[in-house]
């Protein structure tokens, strides 16, 4: 167990929706990281953020945002929902010190439909 | 930017023997990370191991090390007496060292990934 905990873990929604995945990081961590995996790809960075400001900006959709919270949770809204948007999507936390990896949720499967 | 390449989407090895993964990758930075992460069916995405770039020293992580050449800027992943359990994909990824990524970056850079089927 990783520690950092996604939900929902499915969703399925209509093409032209808006969903929010949660993420609540490991204990400890300040920084957490959004990342999307298509189908049968490696994951692509989307978006991370530090201690609730938005520090690292990817390959993030402007349909896409992202918050982090005061209690350190963080929220990925995705909105106007495509078929192509179907994907895993992952978060995982940091403590964003020196030599700390990454730990990573169990991810939220999405099927747009 | 950094980039990680996988040349191979696929591998198959037999059970306990040993198979090489490969990894390469391109970057101008001199301090970084370098990882094997393993996505078995469940899809969790788990650490395997991990080396530091200036550390010359190949690690080793029971039956799993890896093959770092900085110069050649590759680094493969060698599992050793392969088990079923092993069966997974494999992903290398990159992030930069504690300067270079602004202090606090650990932002992952991942290939594409090799599918291992492990034949009993």
């Known amino acids: 167990d990783s520690g950092v905990t996604q939900t929902p873990k499915h969703l399925i929604t209509a093409t032209g929706q808006r969903v929010t995945l949660r993420c609540s990081p490991r204990s400890g961590d300040l920084s957490v990281y959004w990342y999307q995996q298509s189908l049968d790809q490696g994951l692509q960075f989307l978006i991370q953020y530090y201690n609730g400001e938005e520090r690292a900006k990817g390959n993030i959709l402007e349909r896409f945002s992202a918050q982090q919270f005061p209690d350190l949770h963080s929220e990925l809204n995705l909105s106007s929902l495509e078929l192509g948007d179907s994907a895993l999507y992952f978060c995982?936390?940091?403590?964003?010190?020196?030599?700390?990896?990454?730990?990573f949720g169990n991810g939220t499967r999405l099927t747009v439909t | 930017a950094q980039t990680v390449t996988q040349s191979q989407p696929e591998m198959s090895v037999q059970e306990a023997e040993t198979v090489t993964l490969s990894c390469t990758y391109d970057t101008s930075e001199s301090d970084y990370y370098l990882f094997w992460y393993k996505q078995p069916p469940s899809r969790q995405m788990i650490l395997v191991i991990r080396q530091e770039a200036y550390k010359q020293q190949n690690a080793t992580e029971n039956r799993f090390s890896v093959n770092f050449q900085k110069a050649a800027k590759s680094f493969s992943l060698k599992i050793s007496d392969s088990q079923l359990g092993d069966a997974a994909m494999y992903f290398c990824a990159y992030t930069p060292g504690w300067l270079e990524s602004n202090f606090g970056n650990e932002k992952l850079t991942f290939g594409t990934g090799t599918r291992l089927t492990i034949i009993p």
């Open positions: 995982a936390s940091g403590e964003s010190s020196y030599n700390s990896p990454l730990h």
